[in-house]
Nanobody, 124 residues
Framework: VQLQASGGGLVQAGGSLRLSCAASGSKHHGVGWFRQAPGKEREFVAVIPWVGGTTDYAQSVKGRFTISRDNVKKIVYLQMNSLKPEDSAVYYC????????????????????WGRGTLVTVSS
């Protein structure tokens, strides 16, 4: 399994970005987005199952970010609107293929595969 995140960049506060996570390999249990700002721990952002429509978001991004997927292209997107300077971080996508735990995973240790991050910088 390989994950490749892209789409980061520099944007002004209030702007939008769309991140993409290309997920190779077999059908995944779930794919999540995390972020890590300098000096801070990695934090959960959003998660989506590979099958089904239920999603989950961190409270700090709820209503501004939307996670979605394209099962044919095997890409998971993170649409980020109304960006704030505090959203600045390196964003990572992660996946789990083994089932057996609830799919809406919020903890980094629940994921098996990680991609390289993509940097998002929001200027004030």
């Amino acid at each position: 399994v390989q994950l490749q995140a892209s789409g980061g960049g520099l944007v002004q506060a209030g702007g939008s970005l769309r991140l993409s996570c290309a997920a190779s390999g077999s059908k995944h249990h779930g794919v999540g987005w995390f972020r890590q700002a300098p000096g801070k721990e990695r934090e959960f952002v959003a998660v989506i199952p590979w099958v089904g429509g239920t999603t989950d978001y961190a409270q700090s991004v709820k209503g501004r970010f939307t996670i979605s997927r394209d099962n044919v292209k095997k890409i998971v997107y993170l649409q980020m609107n109304s960006l704030k300077p505090e959203d600045s971080a390196v964003y990572y996508c992660a996946a789990r293929t083994n089932r057996g735990i609830p799919v809406l995973m919020r903890q980094p240790e629940q994921y098996e595969y990680w991609g390289r991050g993509t940097l998002v910088t929001v200027s004030s």
